[in-house]
Nanobody
């Protein structure tokens, strides 16, 4: 069974930073490309970032490019999302996702497993 557990959300002022973590089982982590999606109230779930299983390739939504960085630590079976220069429009529940099909990395419908989500709130 695939388990994804997120942490690191919270309340931050605009311009601030947060780092999200997603802990995965070793089997999941070693085999899959992984990603982050987010969902704001009343909106569809949207792609944020994805990273290949090796960590050699990363992909970002245009509205976070240059502000967010996705990375993975094989020793800890953990994927991170470093979020800088946060804006109020970044407010959402952030979900870890696996596996991410890198041919369709922005399509949440192609993800099989989700974490429970962590709330990120950015105040203006």
């Amino acid at each position: 069974q695939v388990q994804l557990v997120e942490s690191g959300g919270g309340l931050v002022q605009a311009g601030g930073s947060l780092r999200l973590s997603c802990a995965a089982s070793a089997r999941t982590f070693s085999r899959y490309a992984m990603g982050w999606f987010r969902q704001a109230p009343g909106k569809e779930r949207e792609f944020v970032a994805a990273i290949s299983w090796s960590g050699g390739s990363a992909y970002y939504a245009d509205n976070v490019k240059g502000r967010f960085t996705i990375s993975r630590d094989s020793a800890k079976n953990t994927v991170y999302l470093q979020m800088n220069s946060l804006k109020p429009e970044d407010t959402a529940v952030y979900h870890c996702a696996a596996p991410v099909n890198l041919n369709y990395y922005s399509d949440y419908r192609k993800v099989d497993y989700w974490g429970q989500g962590t709330q990120v709130t950015v105040s203006s």
